[in-house]
């Protein structure tokens, strides 16, 4: 290939033959290294992807959508509200259209959403996706630019559809795109120089929000145009070239930190003279649902940019009772996720009520909403997710006390484990003296000091306790059956000492028999000559 690169850049059918070449040279058994069909002319352009073939259907009422809504997120029950709404009006319009009933002059209901973080704006725009069955693409404003040099094209979240919808256009064309941190893109009132993340962003972003066709295939990315290549000499035929962005429902949300106080002073201004009005909800939310677009374009937004963006949402701050209820009764409870984590391991954890109340009340002083609660989790549990999956621990109680003080409390259940393991533990010794005498007709007893060394050793060397009684004790029947036999002894007391040295104990019981044997046996009668 690079002979043909020093004379230019090779024309498409030499480029396809280089490619080919290559495919069979390095993977000779792959369908992307068949030779390229000959073609006497080139063929014909792709016209535009047709959306009524694709089969979308929808058929949700707005009631129905926020029931699915209130599954995962809690409270912004006004939010909820109005997301569903604009969703329903939105896929209503783009199912007519697909039946070829389109409304002249339709205006795109693209929704933009303001509010601190964690309270599940990304939250409720994923659930809606997954109820729909659109593909979905989430996105930071800022990582984007005028150029796409500096950072980002934005014409790649289109793409990024594409992707999604496993390469199948006709669905991408009536995705859902979701920008977040779209207050970090508002031009700066005092700028000066070129403004490369900005109001050039905004303008590109608007561009996609009305109605455009953008490339499928990135023409600056060789990556893309080398799937063309191979999509070409698979299928002899090039794919639909371009997306169209009538239909795509744009979502872009922010906290806006500052237009709080650029509505406050609108506000505050109107009340004086003839222009006063009754005092509302004076808290930051209260302030937000009255902005204006004036307001937002005091902001550092372009009046054409938000005014395609006519629906408005603002979502609550979420308080302690709204945290507890997102842990006790959300599909998505971070709870849901630590029960499976210990799980792996064996181990059962209940949550009281008492120990959620507390995680909800550490997580609402962190202020950055349901983020908090993976915060408060992750310092509660961290070392109990290290310690207990390498102990014998299968179950322990999440209480408030466990909440406020884990350094303390791993401790105490690890001691209060183990005294409840040897005790166990010690009650199986006893069990194994009896199974021994049903076996052999021989008994035998364990002294409380000989039982608690028998479960020093099996927590010590990790084995259970019945299969260190048989390994110790393991030449005992034969043993303690010839002693019965010498001295007609009925039971046997074993001791630490035995338990210590059990074959050397042993080995004295055999021989002290013995010798009792002897001093028992009758003595023969003098012999009177």
């Known amino acids: 290939m690079q002979s043909v690169w020093k004379n230019g850049p090779p024309s498409f059918e030499e480029f396809q033959r280089q490619m080919s070449q290559l495919m069979r040279q390095h993977f ?35 009631r129905e959508v926020k029931e699915h809504l209130d599954h995962f997120v809690i409270k912004q029950e006004e939010a909820k509200k ?27 209901q693209n929704i933009i959403l303001l509010g601190p973080t964690g309270v599940g704006k990304t939250y409720l725009i994923r659930s809606l996706a997954d109820l729909i069955g659109v593909p979905f693409v989430k996105a930071d404003a800022t ?67 009305e109605d455009t066709d953008v490339p499928a295939r990135a023409p600056h990315d060789i990556v893309s145009q080398i799937q ?24 872009v949300s922010g906290a806006f930190d500052g237009l709080e106080k650029i509505v406050r ?11 006063s009005r009754p005092p509302g909800d004076d808290s930051a939310t209260g302030i937000l649902e009255q902005a ?13 940019f938000i005014g395609r963006l006519p629906v408005r949402v603002v979502c609550h701050p979420l308080k302690v009772d709204d945290l507890f209820n997102i842990l006790k009764t959300s599909e998505g409870s971070i709870i849901r996720q630590y029960e499976q984590a210990f799980a792996a391991y064996g181990i059962e954890v209940l949550f009281q009520d008492e120990g959620l109340r ?32 390498s102990t014998s621990v299968r179950r322990f109680v999440v209480t408030r006390e466990v909440v406020d003080h884990p350094a303390r409390a791993l401790p105490q259940l690890l001691a209060e484990h183990r005294s409840e393991e040897q005790l166990v533990a010690r009650q199986l010794v006893h069990e194994y003296a009896s199974r021994f005498r049903e076996i052999h007709g021989l008994k035998i007893r364990f002294t409380e000091a000989a039982a608690d060394r028998l479960v020093a050793l099996a927590l010590e060397f990790s084995k259970p306790v019945r299969d260190l009684c ?24 074993l001791d630490a000492d035995a338990v210590e040295a059990p074959d050397k104990v042993l080995s004295e019981w055999v021989v002290a028999s013995y010798r009792t044997q002897a001093e028992e046996a009758p003595k023969p009668e003098p012999n009177p000559s």
């Not at 073609?39 to 009524?52: L, M, R």
């Not at 506000?267 to 004086?272: K, N, P």
């Not at 950055?368 to 961290?382: I, K, P, Y």
């Open 143 to 209: 990582k984007f630019s005028e150029t796409g040099y500096v950072g980002g094209d934005v014409e790649d979240l289109v793409r990024d559809l594409v992707r999604r919808a496993n390469g199948d256009i006709k669905k991408a064309q009536y995705g859902i795109i979701y920008i977040d941190e779209i207050d970090k893109i508002a031009a700066s009132s005092n700028a000066t120089g070129r403004d490369v993340s900005g109001r050039g962003v905004q303008t590109n972003l608007l561009k996609l929000m």
């Open 82 to 108: 109005v997301l569903s709404v604009a969703l329903c009006d939105h896929y209503h319009h783009v199912h007519a259209a697909f039946d070829g009933k389109e409304q002249p002059n339709y205006t795109k």
């Open 228 to 251: 063309a290549v191979m999509d070409m000499s698979q299928t002899g035929r090039k794919a639909p070239s371009v997306v169209n962005t009538r239909h795509i429902l744009f979502i």
């Open 28 to 62: 000779p058994g792959s369908p992307l290294g068949a030779a390229p069909q000959p073609s006497p002319e080139p063929p014909p352009e792709e016209p535009k992807a047709e959306v009524k073939d694709s089969g979308f259907e929808f058929h949700r009422t707005p």
């Open 292 to 304: 204006q677009t004036k307001d937002f374009i005091e902001f550092g937004f372009e009046p054409e």
């Open 358 to 389: 507390r995680i909800a009340e550490l997580a609402a002083e962190e202020q950055t909403g349901a983020r908090g609660l993976m915060t408060v989790c992750e310092r509660v549990f961290r070392d109990f997710k290290f310690e207990l999956p």
């Open 265 to 275: 002073r609108r506000l505050h201004q109107a009340t004086i003279g003839f222009a």
């Open 470 to 493: 048989a390994e110790r004790f393991k030449d005992y029947q034969f043993g303690l059956k010839l002693i019965a036999q010498n001295t007609r002894q009925e039971e046997f007391v």
